[in-house]
């Protein structure tokens, strides 16, 4: 475990440095929202935790169990939803599941009109959580539903804005926390069963190291922080 936490410091850029204490409570956090599904991890894996309060705006890796306490791997600021625009959603807050049930693609790394490349650099992978309910950032603000992804974005104009709310309700992060998390399957644990039994899953890349902890569950938190904590990373 401690190997991972070092290649996460020496891999993922840019990092943010949590005080013990703060993590302590994203560890609650997270342990309630695991005790209010009934989900009881008897296994130890890695689990994705991001905080999108406006002022936070933070991903944090944990490896633990029922029996094992949470450990933090690392940090490091994402975007989430921006609320105010057309089909822009609110972030929904929740645990959410990664399989099989939505596969994972990659990006084509194409621009779009106005040159960005929406899902980051060709072959970044973009983590599927399906559809899932929503609350809309126009009009009424009513429930809808969008297709929550996690995935890398435009690394030259929009990267550097890692630490603020600016996507359609996706959550984005960074081209080597993406890479990290493609390469040592961190989300892959129902990819890793598939695997077992025989199939040949095309997403996943020849190169890739699996941690022998691989999860499945991304939650995200609102920490309701009323100002930017001096740890979290304001965008550049």
């Given amino acids: 475990m401690a190997a991972l936490s070092q290649a996460f410091e020496r891999e993922v850029r840019p990092l943010i440095q949590i005080p013990g204490a703060v993590v302590s409570g994203y560890r609650e956090r997270l342990q309630r929202q695991l005790l209010d599904l009934g ?106 539903v969008m297709r929550l992804q996690m995935h890398a974005t435009d690394p030259d104009f929009l990267e550097r804005r890692l630490g603020s709310a600016q996507s359609k309700g996706c959550i984005r992060i960074s081209a080597s926390l993406n890479e990290f998390m493609d390469r040592l399957g961190v989300l892959d644990q129902d990819y890793e069963e598939e695997l077992r039994s025989g199939r040949r899953l095309w997403v996943l890349r020849d190169d890739r190291r699996p941690s022998p902890w691989s999860g499945r569950y991304l939650i995200v938190i609102d920490s309701g922080a009323a100002a930017r904590p001096a740890w979290a990373l304001a965008p550049r």
Avoid at 100 to 115: C, H, I, S, V, Y
Wanted: glycine share 14%.
């Fill in 39 to 144: 989900l009881q991890l008897d296994v130890p894996q890695l689990l994705v935790l991001v905080d999108r309060n406006p002022k936070v705006q933070a991903l944090l890796i944990f490896w633990g169990s029922a029996t094992q306490p949470w450990q933090l791997i690392g940090a490091s600021p994402v975007s989430t939803g921006l609320p105010g625009r057309y089909e822009h959603f609110e972030t929904p807050l929740g645990v959410f599941e990664h399989s099989l049930f939505n596969p994972d693609f990659r990006a084509e790394g194409t621009k779009n009109d106005l040159g960005i490349r929406g899902y980051g650099r060709k072959g970044a992978r973009v983590f599927d959580f399906g559809w899932v309910p929503a609350t809309k950032g126009w009009g009424n603000h009513g429930l809808s």
